[in-house]
């Protein structure tokens, strides 16, 4: 193309984009959006890090060691809402913009302005939200659950965390919406909806749910602010108001967020699985069907998180069973991608451990969510550290293994580099070993009773606080291996083919591009006759 | 002997599935609103109205790419060019001996190039609508069949 363009009389068009901070600032372009978001991502992942090291750290040995409780529990509310807001999700977006024009063989996003703008609010609401550590009275510290009439009654931080969630979900929103839009209206001839990559799949699906329930937080919110800037009572209950409607109108929003924090990690282990099994993926319809039926279930599970809120035994029971059934197409997932590998040619790149870690300990978060499903067993587990541990295992093993592993897959198409394998795999052991060393142990701690979200324990307690300290240290030391690998890896290093991975032979229209893939994509796509 | 060439953008969804698709969502998403509305808590309401404003004026703004198509017709002596788009019809006609075709860069690297075809002061754009690499591969094609000014080649093409 570049030679056949050279002989037109054009004013010097090139294929290089320009450089500079012009280049970030202007991005329409889905692969720096993307690059942008996953850049965003990470430092914010060090930031959530380093608030959850300061916890750990308190939490070493009984007593107050180094912070005072006020602080810890502001420390616990931004980790959440920094790693769940900043991390995870501009992660998965970051993931989306990047591959999802790649993958259905679109020019770029349908929306490319927008999609400019929507990243752009992040760091802008970020710089809110964390600024709030700097007001009088501190930052937020009731939980990233913003529960009344606790969060109501703190200091100045709280129109600015206001205003910053609103600004996270109008981001939100509008990624979504670009990536609804993109997906049905942009995909290549040929390309029907039961063709599509399963990551493209589980993004579409997510788009769905943040735009189901995304009012839902904005509205929340807002009348969390009109309580108490302007003298209504939807949450007051001195005036009429009920403080637990909040309570289902937050975790309405809540359950489904923990399945868009989930669906796109589902998407890239369907990816990854069948290239380093060497085998299709097992049962690649029935896994969209399984992706559709959890995304309906989140809906109507929201309940048991409030089981000890009292409700009626028909509620429980409801809530109990639908929690449940959620096994059913989760189990049908791991039973596609345990078959996916079972006499496979199976070989033990970073992206498939990592994936395979996945498997395995995302599994253990899903085994300690239906214990706590069980409406008798939750009310001895519920507010313990047995739930923080339940979580953990979900989104740490789960959500950003998977993100680390989709990383690793895709890093060598993006960068056209190879990274260090070795580095790599160390980064994986390590973080395998200590993310259990971590987060087993508060299975134990919540089993005997320690509360979560305190700053100080009893003394029966120390020794696994101690242990889970320890892990904590060493999966936060892990993860700089990462950074390092990855900026290695943007650097230089040996050069990738467009396939990248060898004879595993990754299907998907992103592989039939150059690694990295030139800067506007696809010279197929609209027929021209 | 003559060449025509039509451009038109790629769009996957078509408008009756666009509407049953927004409509879907709208539905299911305004039952979720209705039910926080019914218990009192109205502000989702407003919410939900400017959310799916956003999705209908995004999936409008993509949707209208497929009214958007372009007819060449090339001949020995005569360039055509019939633009079609929502407010109707334009044809322009240029002599083919005095036409030219120009690809040009943009002020700036994010925007794409512009394809033009010239003539004696008039200059009208092909194919905006087209990704980077098919607008140049098209300027290829117009070039070798359109040439430069005061040219004539042959209407062939590989």
């Known amino acids: 193309m570049a030679q056949a363009t050279d002989t037109l009389p054009h004013d010097d068009h090139h294929d290089q984009p320009d450089t500079g901070i012009k280049r970030w600032l202007f991005a329409t372009n889905h692969k720096d959006i993307g690059t942008m978001y996953l850049v965003f991502s990470l430092i914010m992942f060090f930031v959530g890090g380093a608030m959850a090291m300061v916890i750990r750290a308190e939490l070493f040995k009984p007593g107050l060691q180094l912070v005072d409780p006020m602080f810890f529990n502001q420390m616990t509310t931004l980790h959440a809402l920094v790693m769940i807001f900043g991390a995870v999700m501009p992660a998965f977006v970051g993931l989306a913009n990047w591959m999802i024009p790649l993958q259905i063989g679109a020019p770029d996003m349908a929306l490319p302005r927008m999609n400019n703008f929507s990243f752009w609010i992040l760091p802008f609401a970020f710089t809110l939200l964390l600024s709030t550590l700097l007001v009088p009275g501190g930052a937020p510290a009731g939980g990233w659950t913003l529960y009344p009439p606790l969060v109501l009654q703190g200091g100045d931080y709280f129109p600015m965390v206001i205003f910053a969630i609103h600004l996270m979900g109008i981001s939100s929103i509008m990624g979504a919406i670009n990536v609804i839009v993109t997906i049905m209206n942009m995909r290549a001839p040929g390309m029907d909806l039961l063709r599509m990559p399963l990551f493209c799949w589980s993004w579409l699906i997510t788009a769905y749910l943040l735009i189901a329930v995304m009012p839902v937080l904005a509205g929340a919110v807002t009348m969390l602010l009109t309580d108490h800037f302007f003298k209504t009572s939807f949450f007051n209950a001195a005036g009429g108001g009920d403080p637990v409607m909040f309570e289902h109108i937050f975790w309405f929003f809540g359950h489904p967020e923990v399945y868009i924090m989930i669906l796109p990690a589902f998407g890239i282990i369907s990816e990854i699985l069948p290239t380093f099994s060497r085998k299709p993926l097992f049962g690649a319809v029935s896994m969209v069907y399984a992706t559709a039926s959890i995304a309906f279930l989140s809906f109507i599970v929201w309940g048991h998180h409030m089981f000890v809120d009292g409700m009626p035994l028909a509620a429980q029971m409801f809530f109990m069973m639908s929690t449940m059934l959620i096994a059913v197409p989760t189990g049908v997932k791991v039973f596609n991608w345990t078959a996916t590998m079972w006499r496979g040619s199976l070989s033990f790149e970073p992206p498939m451990l990592f994936a395979i870690a996945f498997l395995f300990m995302f599994s253990i978060g899903g085994f300690s969510g239906v214990m706590l499903a069980l409406v008798p067993a939750d009310f001895q587990y519920q507010n313990t550290y047995f739930v923080v541990a339940h979580f953990h295992y979900v989104l740490v093993p789960g959500a950003i293994f998977a993100i680390m592993a989709a990383v690793y897959y895709w890093l060598p198409k993006w960068t056209g580099h190879m990274y260090n394998l070795t580095l790599a795999k160390t980064h994986f052991w390590l973080s395998t070993i200590f993310v259990n060393v971590l987060f087993f142990p508060q299975h134990f701690l919540g089993l005997a009773g320690m509360p979560r979200r305190v700053p100080d324990y009893a003394v029966q307690f120390s020794d696994w606080n101690m242990v889970s300290s320890i892990g904590a240290f060493g999966f936060g030391l892990s993860q700089v291996l990462f950074a390092i690998v990855v900026i290695q890896c943007i650097r230089g290093g040996q050069k990738a083919s467009s396939v990248v991975w060898g004879d595993a032979l990754p299907t998907g229209l992103e592989w039939t591009l150059s690694s990295p893939p030139p800067y506007h994509s696809f010279i197929t796509a609209p027929e021209i006759k | ?158």
């Open chain 2, 1 to 158: 002997m003559e060449t025509r060439i039509e451009l038109k953008p790629n769009c996957s969804l078509t408008l009756p599935a666009a509407r049953v698709f927004f409509v879907s969502i709208c539905g299911f998403s305004l039952v979720v609103a209705l039910l926080a509305t019914l218990q009192g808590f109205w502000p989702v309401l407003p919410f939900w109205g400017l959310e799916m404003l956003g999705l209908g004026l995004a999936l409008r703004s993509s949707l209208r790419r497929r009214l958007w198509t372009q007819t060449l017709l090339i001949t020995e002596s005569q360039v055509s060019l019939v633009t079609r788009s929502r407010n109707g019809e334009a044809k322009q006609e240029f002599a083919r001996h005095w036409a030219k075709v120009r690809l040009r860069s943009p002020r700036m690297r994010q925007y794409p190039s512009r394809l033009m075809i010239e003539s004696r002061g008039r200059s009208f754009e092909v194919g905006s609508f087209l990704t980077e690499e098919e607008r140049c591969r098209l300027a290829e094609r117009l070039y070798a069949m359109v040439g430069g000014m005061n040219e004539s080649p042959p209407l062939e093409w590989e």
